[in-house]
């Protein structure tokens, strides 16, 4: 007989199938489930239900692009967690998960030395096992997605910002730790706005929108940048960074939003923040952002995990 529902699992773990299974995969696994589940054999019946339901969304074209723009959230599938509350992060907005340094689905911590962000990557769950959400050769890539056209009309500065600080990202920040997955092109959880890039690395998530300015030396204080009595609004990320950190109770979101120079120098311009501006999303030149990011990243609890179900449902969430 198949377990009960497990807390934070979503549609596809439910199945035992990879999220990019196709329809016809979803049905047969469907099949093999409601089999093992059905209470007239013997099994579960809170546990059908929740295969039921798993089969009825992701089975409709429809319903499963809405179920994967909500980045397939265990929640979203109306399961509880063991307390019998609803799933949400701790009091200050992150996961108790990643403060402990522990997850479900880590592998066992040794007695050995921590692990360090250029070790080898370990994926969590391991991807032989079965029903593993993301096929091997997929889970392996370091870079998912690419800058690309929004709608009918799409715009080609934009467009040439984003595969600049991809390829600044890639080189500078995933390529320095074998963990690391650069997803780009994200859905915004709101369904309004976009997510350029993100990068998953051990139990820590950054979000990392992008502008382009002119040279000159910019003040930071945590609502826009200031230049010569002119004030600059960064894209509006902080939203996101909620949402995400809401969704992914299991990671430490955060966000950075990484100001460019029309040149290649990568210190350029200048930002000062100003005294007493504190959290939100992280404001700097490439130089400053890539410096925080792999200062983020490198960090946490196990910095050489690939967590196998966060980085499905991210790619899932790909516009």
């Known amino acids: 007989m198949l377990m009960t529902t497990v807390p934070g699992e979503n549609h596809y773990q439910v ?8 329809t016809q995969e979803i049905k ?17 019946a809170e546990r059908f239900r929740a295969v039921t339901l798993a089969y009825e969304v992701l089975v ?3 319903a499963r692009a809405r179920y994967d723009a909500s980045y397939g959230s265990g929640r979203g599938a109306g399961q509880r967690d063991g307390q019998g509350g609803w799933g949400s992060p701790s009091r200050d907005g992150f996961s108790t998960a990643w403060e402990a340094g522990m997850d479900s689905h880590a592998t066992t911590r040794s007695s050995g030395p921590r692990p360090k962000a250029y070790d080898p990557a ?3 769950p391991p991807l032989d096992l079965p029903g593993a959400l993301l096929p091997a050769d997929l889970a392996k890539l370091q870079m998912h997605g690419l800058p690309r056209k929004r709608g009918i009309f799409g715009a080609e500065a934009r467009i040439r910002r984003e595969q600049r600080t991809m390829q600044l990202l890639l080189r500078h920040v995933v390529a320095q730790q074998p963990s690391a997955r650069l ?6 959880p709101d369904g309004k706005t976009h997510i350029d ?6 139990y820590r998530l950054a979000l990392i929108d992008s502008m382009v300015l002119p040279h000159g030396a910019y003040a930071w204080d945590g609502e826009s940048l200031l230049h010569g009595g002119r004030a600059v609004l960064p894209p509006l990320l902080e939203h996101s960074v909620r949402h995400l950190q809401d969704l992914f109770p299991e990671l430490h979101v955060t966000g950075w939003t990484m100001v460019l120079g029309p ?20 404001v700097a030149n490439a130089a400053g952002t890539i410096r925080g990011l792999r200062e983020f990243l490198a960090n946490g609890p196990q910095p050489n995990v690939v967590h196998v179900p966060s980085l499905a449902r991210l790619i899932r969430g790909m516009h």
């Open 15 to 22: 199945l035992g199938v990879a999220m990019t299974a196709s």
């Open 28 to 44: 047969v696994a469907y099949r093999r489930a409601a089999r093992l589940t059905h209470p007239d054999h013997g099994g579960d």
């Open 60 to 62: 409709d074209d429809t």
């Open 122 to 124: 370990v994926f969590a």
């Open 183 to 188: 997803v780009n092109g994200l859905k915004a």
């Open 197 to 202: 890039h993100a990068i998953l690395a051990g």
């Open 263 to 282: 040149g290649d120098n990568l210190h350029e311009p200048v930002i000062d923040r100003r005294p007493g501006v504190a959290g939100g999303v992280e």
